[in-house]
């Protein structure tokens, strides 16, 4: 976060990073990621695209088809035609906007609802010695709280408390009432990253500590850019992901640790509202928030903070795209060998086998190590 003006907060940069591979029952079988974005130099039209690839050039749908819908909620509530248009645009390649005539706008505007778990992952609960949940908790913000992941986030004057919470978040692909947890998934387009910006004095401490005031401030949810498909996903459920203030870690954990998963989530809501296309869940945050440290640590103005997940494909950076180091990230987390692994593998077979083992970790540990330090020097 950095101030422009006033109390303005710019929330510059965002990570974000899936690995491939395939889930049952998914709303497409494409991998595809899906943008809403407008012209630069024409802010006020927005448009549905998908884009080729992190970082490349933007297909513009209604360029493509002039029939289809100009907001993602309205391309969502096509189902399957929507997605079958958008995965013949994608192997087209026509109708192709470059990245730089592209401003990438939140993924989703205008939902619904935008649902909220809170104390879901387990060593959240721990770092503030709070008991497990036996059921989740459910809260809300407001759909104004959503803004673009280059946006600026408005730091209230009301509040001197305003914290971080990276998520993995994810968006509602058709609607359902009383969805049972095994088709789950198939009502799921696809995840995304979310900051669940919370100002602790209005969470905590006022509004009878209830906590939708401090949650729903304007500007309070920077989402996207991209809602990569469910096919798009090995396992969204062991995803390393965390929270950098200053280019320093505060959050680093794996979704791995959530309570209540995905398919979880989308059951136990259902039983009380319909999910409509473009609901946003926000599936909750890991430790190392600001509230919880001591003494307690809270955005200020000039901050700069970004949030990632490993083994997606890298979504924003702070201050630059990561370009050929994500795709670095990606192959190391893609395959269990990567190709210099394989290579160096090949040349020891002679080995025994243990120390095959014990090179190929060190190899992995170490060119983990060279990417971080290479993608956080840019």
């Not at 408390?161 to 058709?174: M, P």
Request: glycine share 8%.
């Amino acid at each position: 976060m950095r101030l422009l003006c006033g109390s303005l907060l710019s929330l510059r940069r965002f990570n974000a990073v899936f690995s491939t591979g395939t889930i049952r029952r998914a709303t497409s079988s494409a991998t595809m990621r899906l943008v809403q974005f407008c012209h630069v130099g024409d802010e006020g039209r927005v448009r549905v695209g998908v884009e080729q690839a992190e970082g490349q050039g933007v297909i513009d749908l209604k360029a493509f088809d002039p029939s289809m819908p100009s907001t993602m909620r309205e391309f969502l509530e096509m189902g399957k035609s929507g997605m079958d248009c958008a995965e013949r645009a994608l192997s087209s390649g026509q109708c192709v906007v470059p990245r730089s005539d592209v401003r990438l706008l939140s993924p989703v505007t205008g939902p619904e609802k935008v649902v909220c778990v809170g104390m879901n992952y387990r060593d959240h609960c721990l770092e503030q010695n709070a008991p497990i949940p036996k059921e989740p908790i459910i809260f809300s913000k407001f759909p104004s709280t959503i803004t673009g992941p280059y946006d600026d986030i408005i730091l209230p004057e009301e509040s001197t408390e305003v914290d971080w919470e990276v998520e993995l978040a994810f968006v509602i692909g058709r609607k359902g009432k009383h969805i049972k947890e095994e088709d789950a998934l198939s009502y799921v387009a696809g995840f995304t990253v979310a900051n669940d910006v919370s100002a602790r004095d209005w969470q905590m401490k006022r509004n009878g500590k209830q906590w939708l005031l401090g949650k729903t401030f304007d500007t309070f949810c920077p989402l996207g850019p991209a809602i990569v498909t469910t096919s798009a996903l090995k396992d969204v459920h062991h995803l390393g992901i965390r929270c950098l203030v200053n280019g320093a870690v505060v959050q680093d954990s794996n979704t791995s640790q959530l309570i209540f998963q995905t398919q979880k989530l989308v059951a136990w809501v259902s039983r009380f509202v319909t999910l409509c296309p473009g609901d946003v869940f926000l599936s909750g945050t890991p430790p190392g928030v600001g509230v919880f440290r001591n003494p307690p640590v809270f955005l200020k103005v000039g901050h700069a903070a970004s949030v990632q997940h490993y083994t997606i494909i890298a979504i924003q950076a702070p201050e630059r795209a990561l370009g050929s180091t994500a795709g670095l990230v990606w192959i190391l987390h893609q395959y269990p060998l990567s190709f210099y692994e394989l290579l160096l593998l090949w040349s020891i077979e002679k080995k025994p086998p243990l120390k095959q083992l014990w090179l190929h970790f060190t190899v992995r540990l170490y060119l983990l190590t060279l990417v971080n330090a290479l993608a956080n020097m840019n």
